[in-house]
């Protein structure tokens, strides 16, 4: 891996730490939980783009990172499913806008997903470090 790759995927695994610890920094001080969700959503994102960095991919839009994350990665069987699972779930969740009959997230999901995520970045440092 060329060294400036590697710093782009380490760049990413470093965005990625710090967007988990601000989501739980905000959860203990009780922030409203859309503002956890948007950090807990680019706790899944970072690493993703980290993966297909390290296959030399890019992607121009979210979704679709997260649509070759799952046919390189999850279909591949390099990443379980439950984490694209879990990465879907907080895109769809993530404040992107106040668009009517968008979904909500609640404590709940920040509660489910907050672990995830975590496994998940350890994961995805095992994979590429």
Do not use: W
Not at 23 to 30: E, G, I, P, S, T
């Amino acid at each position: 891996m060329t060294n400036n790759k590697n710093k782009v995927i380490q760049d990413r695994l470093k965005q990625a730490r710090e967007s988990l610890e601000e989501a739980k920094a905000l959860l203990v001080h009780d922030a409203e939980v859309n503002f956890v969700m948007n950090r807990l959503y680019y706790a899944f994102l970072y690493p993703i783009l980290g993966l297909l960095q390290s296959r030399g991919m890019t992607a121009p839009m979210q979704s679709t990172a997260i649509s070759l994350f799952d046919a390189e990665f999850v279909q591949k069987g390099d990443v379980e499913l439950r984490f694209l699972v879990a990465a879907r779930k907080a895109f769809d969740l993530r404040p992107a806008c106040d668009c009517e009959g968008k979904k909500k997230a609640t404590p709940e999901d920040i509660e489910q997903l907050l672990p995830i995520a975590e496994e998940f970045l350890q994961s995805v440092e095992r994979i590429i470090v």
